[in-house]
């Protein structure tokens, strides 16, 4: 009895997490994080798709009024459009329109975002006068600031990165000030203060990185919000010109003709969705992942 009780107290040791295949690895991290893994797929395959675009598909300009409003078939994979032109070479190519714009907006946010939070959370006369800036902003909607900027200016991808990322400002300011507030009181940094280390010092080595989590989390709902936000702009007239192709070009061009060609409303518009779908979730994978108390099933 004495030796079965103790034969049940040994236990085989497991197996060194180092030690397991790749593939073990690979098929651990699926089961633990599957939304991160699901949108870092898709959202992969179209950044694919838009590198490759030249070589995917054909002329997006090329008009062919003979062939106008044709069906999808094995030539013209998602049909024409009522100028003729394929909707497939267009799509491919109106994915590099959303990644740059969402990309561009959710980087340069994010950087000047950075640097006006921490002045504003490190030091309280400034903090006074960003803070109310950012208010006004705030105040101002982000799609009616977006028109007027692009209505003052020709209209091109620059414009409307900078119409859309300026909108976006007064979110990341507030994320890092918060942040900076509540780090600059802990031990580490009075102890860095001090010990009369300089103020870029204390700003880059000890208040920044406790801003990196969140802001990597929060570039992807930037640049998820920045993609619906440019396709809304160019169905409205006021974004990209017309001639370049982009999904909301696509829609708005093609409403019209919603019910005799509905193919070239719904290729457009289902991978203006699956994009916008793979950002959130490959977000709300990496908040899960970096903040486990936020962790939630799928």
Same mark, same amino acid.
């Given at each position: 009895?004495?030796?079965?009780?103790?034969?049940?107290?040994?236990?085989?040791?497991?197996?060194?997490?180092?030690?397991?295949?790749?593939?073990?690895?690979?098929?651990?991290?699926?089961?633990?994080?599957?939304?991160?893994?699901?949108?870092?797929?898709?959202?992969?395959?179209?950044?694919?798709?838009?590198?490759?675009?030249?070589?995917?598909?054909?002329?997006?300009?090329?008009?062919?009024?003979?062939?106008?409003?044709?069906?999808?078939?094995?030539?013209?994979?998602?049909?024409?459009?009522?100028?003729?032109?394929?909707?497939?070479?267009?799509?491919?190519?109106?994915?590099?329109?959303?990644?740059?714009?969402?990309?561009?907006?959710?980087?340069?946010?994010?950087?000047?975002?950075?640097?006006?939070?921490?002045?504003?959370?490190?030091?309280?006369?400034?903090?006074?006068?960003?803070?109310?800036?950012?208010?006004?902003?705030?105040?101002? $909607? +982000? *799609?009616? &600031? %977006?028109?007027?900027?692009? =209505?003052? !200016?020709?209209?091109?991808? @620059?414009?409307?990165?900078?119409?859309?990322?300026?909108?976006?400002?007064?979110?990341?300011?507030?994320?890092?000030?918060?942040?900076?507030?509540?780090?600059?009181?802990?031990?580490?940094?009075?102890?860095?203060?001090?010990?009369?280390?300089?103020?870029?010092?204390?700003?880059?080595?000890?208040?920044?990185?406790?801003?990196?989590?969140?802001?990597?989390?929060?570039?992807?709902?930037?640049?998820?919000?920045?993609?619906?936000?440019?396709?809304?702009?160019?169905?409205?007239?006021?974004?990209?010109?017309?001639?370049?192709?982009?999904?909301?070009?696509?829609?708005?061009?093609?409403?019209?003709?919603?019910?005799?060609?509905?193919?070239?409303?719904?290729? $457009? +518009? *289902?991978? &203006? %969705?699956?994009?916008?779908? =793979?950002? !959130?979730?490959?977000?709300? @994978?990496?908040?899960?992942?970096?903040?486990?108390?936020?962790?939630?099933?799928?």
């Amino acid at each position: 009895m004495a030796g079965q009780t103790i034969m049940s107290a040994i236990t085989v040791p497991t197996a060194d997490p180092a030690r397991r295949s790749l593939p073990a690895r690979i098929a651990r991290f699926a089961r633990r994080n599957p939304t991160m893994l699901l949108g870092g797929a898709i959202l992969l395959f179209f950044v694919s798709v838009a590198i490759f675009a030249p070589l995917l598909s054909g002329d997006p300009m090329l008009k062919a009024p003979t062939r106008r409003l044709l069906p999808p078939s094995a030539q013209f994979w998602f049909g024409t459009d009522h100028l003729g032109q394929d909707v497939f070479a267009r799509t491919v190519h109106g994915a590099r329109v959303s990644l740059i714009v969402g990309l561009s907006v959710a980087t340069i946010s994010i950087l000047i975002g950075l640097l006006i939070g921490l002045m504003a959370g490190y030091y309280r006369w400034v903090d006074a006068v960003v803070m109310r800036l950012m208010d006004g902003l705030m105040a101002i $909607p +982000a *799609i009616l &600031l %977006a028109i007027a900027l692009v =209505a003052l !200016n020709q209209g091109s991808i @620059g414009v409307v990165v900078a119409a859309i990322a300026i909108p976006e400002l007064p979110r990341v300011v507030r994320l890092v000030r918060s942040i900076v507030l509540s780090v600059r009181e802990l031990p580490f940094v009075e102890a860095a203060v001090s010990c009369g280390a300089r103020t870029p010092r204390i700003l880059l080595l000890h208040l920044m990185p406790s801003t990196i989590a969140p802001l990597i989390v929060q570039a992807t709902y930037i640049c998820a919000s920045a993609i619906l936000v440019e396709a809304s702009l160019s169905f409205l007239g006021a974004g990209v010109p017309p001639e370049i192709p982009s999904w909301g070009n696509m829609i708005a061009s093609s409403r019209l003709y919603l019910a005799r060609a509905p193919w070239t409303i719904f290729c $457009p +518009a *289902i991978a &203006l %969705a699956l994009v916008v779908l =793979a950002v !959130n979730l490959l977000g709300d @994978g990496l908040r899960d992942k970096l903040d486990p108390r936020l962790s939630r099933r799928m």
